[in-house]
T-cell receptor, first 113, second 114 residues
Framework: DAKTTQPTSMDCAEGRAANLPCNHSTISGNEYVYWYRQIHSQGPQYIIHGLKNNETNEMASLIITEDRKSSTLILPHATLRDTAVYYC??????????????FGGGTRLMVKP | GAVVSQHPSWVICKSGTSVKIECRSLDFQATTMFWYRQFPKQSLMLMAT?????????EQGVEKDKFLINHASLTLSTLTVTSAHPEDSSFYICGGASNTGELFFGEGSRLTVL
């Protein structure tokens, strides 16, 4: 799986949009971009994933650049409960061999009042 | 999303004893389950991959005789830490892969070996 690069930490004011960047310049054509987050002392929580089109769900939006070498996770109105470590992962979707997730360091997002 | 449940959520044991952690997929069938370990202030590290009805595949450096994994059904996988020692103290997390390819995680199990 392709490696990703994320900033170590970010701060965001409560109620503002949190934009978390991720670089994945070696992504392959069949690899998806996944985002998970981990709140302290809990298991990772799935947020969103996409291949090349922008995606939106009830939690967040995912913006993938046209060359797919980078992406941004957007939390439109961050709350204190969004404080967590956010992981950007690229991997092939589907099939047993591709289901493993390799976690990097992630971005520690701190939402402040 | 799909629900994966782990039990126990935390356990304290004496050195030399064995501890079993259960991982259940509650509303989907997970043909593949993954076990991760996370030390304080570090990221998740994959320990092993298990497929229902077959032997688990362990990552390099993970002792298969120490970390016994059983995946007897499509909804249950267990990790047994045998002869646990203080250095095995960690946060253990399981994940189940759905038939659409997404991976859903349990709440984690914190093991403390005295």
């Amino acid at each position: 799986d392709a490696k990703t690069t994320q900033p170590t930490s970010m701060d965001c004011a409560e109620g503002r949009a949190a934009n978390l960047p991720c670089n994945h310049s070696t992504i392959s054509g069949n690899e998806y971009v996944y985002w998970y987050r981990q709140i302290h002392s809990q298991g990772p929580q799935y947020i969103i994933h996409g291949l090349k089109n922008n995606e939106t769900n009830e939690m967040a939006s995912l913006i993938i650049t046209e060359d797919r070498k980078s992406s941004t996770l957007i939390l439109p109105h961050a709350t204190l409960r969004d404080t967590a470590v956010y992981y950007c992962i690229v991997r092939v979707s589907g099939g047993n061999a591709g289901n493993m997730l390799t976690f990097g360091g992630g971005t520690r997002l701190m939402v402040k009042p | 999303g799909a629900v994966v449940s782990q039990h126990p959520s935390w356990v304290i044991c004496k050195s030399g004893t064995s501890v079993k952690i259960e991982c259940r997929s509650l509303d989907f069938q997970a043909t593949t389950m993954f076990w991760y370990r996370q030390f304080p202030k570090q990221s998740l590290m994959l320990m092993a991959t298990s497929n229902e009805g077959s032997k688990a595949t362990y990552e390099q450096g993970v002792e298969k005789d120490k970390f016994l994994i059983n995946h007897a059904s499509l909804t249950l996988s267990t990790l047994t830490v045998t002869s646990a020692h203080p250095e095995d103290s960690s946060f253990y997390i399981c994940g189940g892969a759905s038939n659409t390819g997404e991976l859903f995680f349990g709440e984690g199990s914190r093991l403390t070996v005295l």
